[in-house]
């Protein structure tokens, strides 16, 4: 069996950062795991998508469609972009931060009637595919560990919440340790603590959380 996760975001949130230090907890606990990553117009804000898949039957780097166990989401629209690639059912985790896409306001532009896309509407979308939908703050979790700027090692935290991550939150704490940037470890680590914490108070009905205390 693989665990496998799809995150999506917009380029910017650091979900290469994310990605490597799941990676780094993998080969830290001897777990095999393959990646494929999906740029675009990462520089311009533009969708970036990573296939995240961690057993010894991931053969290749692609979740199929319907396949993943978790989406993480970084920014809300893009859960609704990619919610094929999550199984009947599956798990949600999705950041409460919407970044409208320029072609959304040029219309607004046009049409002064028309609203901007709701987190509400996305969320009240992801759930006709799944009921286990888990929105966190992650701006606000970041700035309470101390840096705005550490929303991907938020989305780590609840990664590390689930009962069926097949890694050790120690292992991903270590990793998250060796890739963010010197001077802001400390508030990293704060920030993957709050994320889990958050993801575990979200998702405690639904028996996928494993015991904090």
């Known amino acids: 069996m693989s665990f496998d996760i799809f995150i999506c975001g917009v380029g910017g949130q650091g979900l290469v950062l994310l990605t490597n230090a799941l990676g780094r907890a993998c080969l830290k606990s001897g ?10 117009l990462s520089q311009r804000s533009g969708t970036v998508s990573v296939h995240m898949r961690i057993g010894e039957d991931a053969h290749s780097p692609l979740i199929p469609i319907g396949g993943a166990d978790v989406l993480v989401a970084l920014e809300a ?13 599956g798990l949600v985790l999705m950041n409460s931060r919407i970044m409208h896409p320029p072609v959304e ?7 002064r009637s028309r609203k901007y896309f709701t987190l509400e ?5 992801v759930k006709r595919w799944t009921s286990m939908v888990a929105v966190i703050d992650a701006l606000a979790a970041a700035k309470e560990g101390g840096n705005p700027n ?6 780590l935290g609840c990664l590390s919440a689930l009962r069926g991550l097949p890694l050790d939150p120690a292992k991903v704490k270590e990793a998250i340790s060796e890739v963010v940037p010197r001077g802001t470890v400390e508030q990293n680590l704060k920030a993957f603590e709050i994320g889990m914490r958050r993801a ?7 028996g996928v959380c494993r015991d904090l205390k």
């Open 31 to 40: 777990l095999k795991a393959i990646t494929g990553e999906m740029y675009g």
């Open 77 to 89: 629209i893009e859960a609704l972009r990619y919610i094929e690639y999550l199984k009947k059912g």
């Open 105 to 111: 306001t040029a219309g607004l532009v046009k049409d």
């Open 121 to 125: 509407e996305a969320v009240s979308r």
């Open 150 to 155: 550490a929303e991907n090692t938020v989305f």
């Open 200 to 206: 575990s108070e979200a998702l405690c009905g639904y």
